[in-house]
């Protein structure tokens, strides 16, 4: 899969037409309920349109105006619905697009699989392979699904599901006989019985988990939902209270005018919008391929204080890369360059490739066109962790010490003191050496390390001027681990890492009022992801890691906390930015309604009929149209959210003061105003 997912357009006929099915759908009384704002619209657009009937059956002048209130009271429940419906839709289309990818994933099954050595395979879509089928993997094939080795050894990259970067031997029988899905063989063969049953695979969940889109609401969205419940109990009194002085003021005032007054000075927009936001941030989190289990722990995100990380795969390069060549006494470095260069042309794996890269960068060599029969090439195996060439009489190898020392018939007490000297110093580090050797003699040692990823200093201040900490987490020595720390920039690290550490130190740091976030991928990481209160797991990781966390990257791509935690911020910024552009509407609504509706009675009123409306009804329908349509017009502002810039809190609350606060109350002016001329000219009333 790709680090993103496609995005799918809010208006694409996909989305809209499903989601205005769903929408009538909401409609249920029973569903509504847990919306108390929208619940209270939809009890009083039934309402009026009991008095909407009840007009028409005696015929009475108000008919025309009841039905229109009514009509518009449904638009706005219906509106509110569709908001939710289209959010739910994009994280259903979504999970069709995830459904579609798995067939991206092809596998080699093998026609006789009882038949030892026989290869002979048909290729099928990974997605249609059985518990029990036997499939043949090699080089730079990715497993198709957890499954046990019958037979072969090899070596795999698991880097995504241990984080080391130093590839590890898999072979059948004993405990190294298991591997799981999405990991890539980088040599020799496999034979694989497939263990995952038809359909249960995680991303079978991950996709069912999608198209539920159900979730729990955070503790925030129930405080937010408490606020605009007791709010619209405020202003169900508050009109029975107008009704009241309107009747002691001789001003007649009909039901079907209160209820409109009601429902427009309740808080329906964000009330309309607030079930949308929610779920828009983990369709936003799938457009990253990482699916939330956890409603809660999208919101938490955006309040953590630390943020643990690995240092393999995540800070740094799953692969280790090559650095420098050390030659022994009497070799120059430019002569072990060419050597290893010739001894690594067969090498395909991702160090083989790296020395290349090195010895052409740094001196300039080029790789040799090989001709002729005397020539042969030795490609890296499990068995033998070595390889090299046989070129005009020269033998040349490259691989593990003990297997290079083979080679030259040699121990390691008889190897150059300058030698072992290399190889001690590259192992303290942290670093994996690798022997050189030609015929019988040993050239020197090649240096590879884990390399810091590029740009991510710069990504760690950025969470740090956010107020966020950044714990790399190793199971290296202090000496690497602190050399690896500092070169990325993280505030702090925890070397030689325990499972019993790493969650010792996130409770210590919960019991202190921190929000921690934990990215982890094996069995040891099980612990830290349950207790963290943003646990990422890595999709190719282990099933308890999986089961653990409560997020999961389908990409195995730990840098994504960051991405997770600016959706997190982004959720928390657009619920309060909606939230103070619907109050600031309502006030803006007062001056629209109220003196139109009073001003007769009290004509002192006018003043405030800034907006100079028509009519006391025109300026009833022009607000409840108005109420209605700015739902529709925030829909995509919901989804897509508001844009994240990492300030302070100060700073965001002037910013959606004068953004939202300001564009809340001028909105309305404008809106109802060309509502009202639009109503009169047509003469709707």
């Known amino acids: 899969m790709s680090t993103s997912t496609p995005r799918i357009s809010v208006f694409s006929p996909a989305i809209l037409l499903p989601a205005l099915r769903d929408a009538f759908l909401k409609l249920d009384p029973r569903q509504l309920f847990r919306n108390p704002v929208i619940f209270v619209t939809e009890v009083v657009a039934a309402l009026v349109t009991a008095i909407f009937v009840q007009d028409l059956l005696v015929g ?31 994280g259903k289309a979504q999970a069709e697009s995830l459904r579609r990818g798995k067939t991206d994933l092809m596998a080699k099954k093998l026609l006789f699989p009882e038949r030892a050595g026989d290869t002979a395979s048909e290729v099928i879509p990974a997605t249609a392979l059985k518990l029990g089928d036997i499939v043949y993997v090699e080089t730079n094939d990715i497993i198709p699904g957890d499954g046990e080795i019958i037979a072969g050894v090899a070596s795999v990259n698991e880097s995504a599901i241990t984080g080391e970067s130093a590839p590890v031997i898999r072979e059948a029988g004993g405990d190294r006989s298991a591997v799981t899905g999405g990991t890539q063989v980088i040599s020799d063969w496999l034979r694989i019985r497939i263990t995952a049953k038809p359909g249960d695979s995680f ?19 129930l405080a937010l939902s408490i606020l605009l419940s ?6 169900l009194i508050a009109v029975v209270t107008l009704y009241g002085l309107a009747l002691y003021g001789g001003t007649e005032l009909s039901v079907a005018v209160l209820a409109a007054l009601l429902v427009t000075l309740i808080p329906t927009t964000i009330g309309g919008l607030l079930s949308a936001i929610g779920i828009a941030g983990m369709d936003r989190l799938i457009g990253f391929n990482v699916i ?18 690995d240092k393999t795969g995540t800070i740094t390069f799953g692969n280790r890369m090559a650095t420098e060549f050390l030659p022994v006494a009497g070799v120059s470095e430019k002569y072990l360059a060419e050597a290893v260069l010739l001894a690594s042309l067969s090498d395909e794996t991702a160090e083989g490739r790296s020395i290349v890269a090195l010895a052409k960068a740094d001196f300039g060599l080029v790789e040799p066109v090989l001709t002729g029969n005397g020539n042969t090439t030795i490609e890296f195996s499990a068995q033998t962790r070595i390889s090299g060439i046989d070129i005009d009489g020269r033998r040349i190898r ?9 080679f030259v018939s040699l121990d390691k007490s008889q190897a150059a003191s300058d030698f072992s000297r290399a190889v001690d110093t590259i192992a303290r580090s942290g670093g994996t050496p690798l022997a050189v050797a030609e015929d019988d003699r040993l050239l020197g040692v090649v240096h590879l ?13 950025a969470l740090r001027a956010m107020g966020i900490k950044t714990v790399m987490v190793t199971g290296d020595n202090p000496v690497t681990a602190a050399a690896i720390a500092s070169e990325a920039g993280v505030d702090d690290f925890i070397a030689e890492a ?22 982890g991928d094996g069995t040891n990481d099980a612990p830290a992801l349950a207790q963290a209160d943003v646990g990422v797991a890595m999709q190719s990781g282990t099933q308890a890691a999986r089961e653990a966390g409560n997020m999961v990257d389908l990409d195995s791509s730990p840098t994504k906390l960051i991405e997770i935690v600016e959706i997190g911020k982004q959720i928390l910024m657009t619920r309060g930015a909606l939230t103070t552009f619907s109050i600031a509407n309502d006030v803006a609504k007062y001056f629209a309604i109220i003196p139109a509706l009073f001003v007769v009675t009290y004509p002192g009123l006018g003043a405030l009929n800034v907006m ?25 502002l919901a989804l897509r959210g508001v844009t994240y810039r990492p300030v302070g809190a100060a700073a965001l609350l002037s910013r959606n003061l004068l953004v939202y606060g300001l564009g809340g109350l001028v909105a309305p002016f404008i809106g109802i105003k060309l509502l009202d001329m639009a109503i009169t000219a047509l003469g709707i009333i």
């Open 203 to 221: 991303v079978d969940r991950m996709i069912g988990l999608i198209e539920g889109a159900t979730r729990q609401k955070t503790p925030n969205e």
């Open 292 to 309: 939330a289990t956890s409603g809660r722990a999208v919101e938490a995100a955006g309040d953590v204080d630390t943020l643990l990380l």
């Open 498 to 519: 325990t499972p019993e550490q790493k969650l010792d130190y996130i409770r210590s740091e919960q019991v202190g009022g921190r929000l921690i976030a934990m990215c």
């Open 398 to 406: 490259k691989g593990a010490v003990d297997a290079v020392l083979r």
């Open 230 to 235: 007791g709010l619209t109990l405020i202003f």
């Open 449 to 461: 390390k884990d390399v810091v990823k590029p740009g991510i200093k710069e990504r760690f201040a």
């Open 612 to 636: 100079g409306l028509t009519s006391p009804q025109s300026a009833i329908l022009s607000a409840v149209i108005f109420n209605a349509l700015v739902i529709i017009a925030l829909i995509p």
């Open 60 to 90: 009475s002048a108000e008919a025309g105006f009841s039905g229109q209130i009514a009509l518009w009271l449904w638009f706005t429940v219906l509106f509110a619905c569709l908001s939710e419906a289209v959010a739910e839709g994009r």
